[in-house]
């Protein structure tokens, strides 16, 4: 677990390096809080010093236990290192604080808080930041080389041992164009005429597909048409995968990786954002142009996992039935979206294709295989990993459901929580009380199913699986 160590030294140093944004803003607002995080950012680089120096010169390369041991163990102690903070910023108990951190790192949104200092929703959205890159990382260093929830094997054979990529190198060729990405986005806002705070918190959310934002954000979003168009491509960018993304720059179009999966996300985002904006016309007193627009905000925002409204009361006007199962769909892999639903119910439906063909030309060659692996080893991932999702959605159904009114309560958080999709519950207009306020066992079954949501369920469940470990 060497290397796993120095992965979680070099995220507690990044931790302890942010934390001083937060530290400069509340020491220049005088708001009192610098102290904490000055506290936080002290705290996680000396912990991040002692881990590095503890395995120096040690050559150690992961295996597949060890990269998901190490991942999961970075989704569970990031959030408790930014917990203090939270707790103190806030005056919330150190549960509520700690599913606060949580919900920020895994870019989930469910929150408890409405208002609250500056400096505080900008650790929030640099928290989600942070988590939306480790999603993007973690995908492509070490659930992706182990062929885990559907995606293809790429296990080293022939003896090899090393079965996870090189986080450093996927790190550096990743944060360019995430950063690009996000400043990007931060540029065109403050052109608008947006403040540095909303679009800092906005740039924030949209390139993590985050929802913590301050209510001057909000604010925002409802009052200027624009920056909704503005917002609309980097949601979809959030939504697609960051390797094609990257051949796109690259201009390598035709030999773009994932583009058959990026072009049906944005074929089903029209064809969903028009139903929205019909829903919305009918629904609300608005005009025909603007329910388009708040349509196909909605929809990229569901299909990204974000879960920004485009205003108040959006998806209590939407169907809920429909709302839940964009969310639970979610986005493309290797995105920041984070999810492999996409790629299952794609794996699903061509093999039902070819099945049905096979029963009416017995004699007809088909491709046997899906995206890059092999089509047997491909479908075992993506029953599995199906099989797992529900399972654990049931799990945090039941986990979740007391002190929830009713069972619609319990969908929609189970549903937010597992697709790490916070508004859909927080937003939903029904006056639910927040996860938070829940018993402590909910609340923390809450927790685990965000980490869940972000590990794909199905590395999550690796890990504890003990024959794993022996192999």
Not at 28 to 43: D, E, H, I, N
Not at 76 to 90: E, F, G
Not at 265 to 280: N, R
Not at 335 to 348: F, P, W
Request: net charge neutral; proline share 5%.
């Amino acid at each position: 677990m060497m290397d796993a160590a120095r992965a979680l030294a070099g995220a507690l140093f990044a931790i302890g390096v942010m934390a001083l944004v937060p530290a400069a803003v509340a020491a220049r607002m005088g708001t009192g809080q610098a102290p904490a995080f000055l506290a936080t950012s002290v705290f996680c680089i000396f912990i991040a010093g002692a881990l590095r120096f503890s395995t120096q010169g040690l050559v150690v390369r992961l295996r597949h236990a060890q990269g998901l041991g190490g991942l999961v163990a970075l989704w569970i102690v990031l959030p408790l290192a930014a917990t203090p903070a939270i707790a103190i910023a806030s005056g919330l108990p150190p549960l509520a604080a700690w599913l606060e951190a949580t919900s920020a790192l895994t870019a989930t949104g469910i929150t408890a808080l409405k208002h609250g200092p500056v400096s505080l929703f900008v650790w929030f959205g640099l928290l989600q930041w942070a988590g939306g890159f480790l999603t993007i990382v973690s995908a492509l260093a070490i659930l992706a080389p182990a062929g885990l929830g559907g995606l293809p094997d790429r296990t080293v054979r022939g003896g090899g041992a090393v079965d996870v990529a090189d986080l450093r190198l996927i790190a550096s060729e990743t944060l360019p164009l995430y950063l690009g990405g996000t400043l990007a986005v931060m540029l065109l806002l403050l052109f608008d005429g947006e403040g540095l705070y909303v679009s800092f918190t906005l740039a924030t959310a949209i390139a993590s597909a985050g929802a913590h934002l301050p209510p001057e954000a909000h604010l925002a979003l409802a009052l200027d048409p624009e920056v909704k168009w503005m917002l609309l491509p980097f949601l979809l960018w959030s939504a697609t995968s960051v390797r094609w993304h990257r051949a796109l720059v690259s201009r390598r179009v035709n030999a773009a990786p994932d583009q058959p999966e990026s072009l049906v996300i944005l074929a089903y985002w029209i064809v969903l954002g028009v139903v929205f904006g019909a829903i919305l016309f009918r629904a609300v007193d608005m005009d025909a142009l603007a329910a388009v627009r708040d349509g196909l905000f909605s929809a990229a925002a569901l299909i990204s996992t974000s879960g920004i409204g485009a205003r108040d009361g959006t998806y209590e006007s939407l169907p809920f039935a429909l709302v839940i199962f964009v969310a639970l769909l979610g986005g493309g892999a290797f995105s920041v979206a984070g999810g492999l639903k996409m790629l299952r119910l794609r794996a699903m439906l061509l093999r039902t294709r070819g099945d049905l063909m096979r029963l009416v030309y017995p004699s007809l060659v088909q491709p046997a295989s899906f995206g890059e692996g092999g089509m047997g080893s491909a479908m075992r991932g993506v029953w599995v990993g199906a099989a797992a999702f529900f399972i654990l959605f049931a799990a945090v159904l039941l986990a979740i459901s007391p002190g929830l009114p009713s069972f619609e309560a319990a969908l929609a958080a189970a549903a937010a929580l597992v697709s790490n999709t916070g508004p859909v519950y927080d937003a939903a207009g029904k006056g639910w009380p927040v996860i938070a306020s829940l018993p402590a066992g909910s609340v923390v079954a809450a927790g685990i199913a965000m980490i869940a949501g972000r590990l794909e369920i199905i590395g999550l469940a690796v890990v504890v699986h003990l024959l794993f470990w022996r192999t």
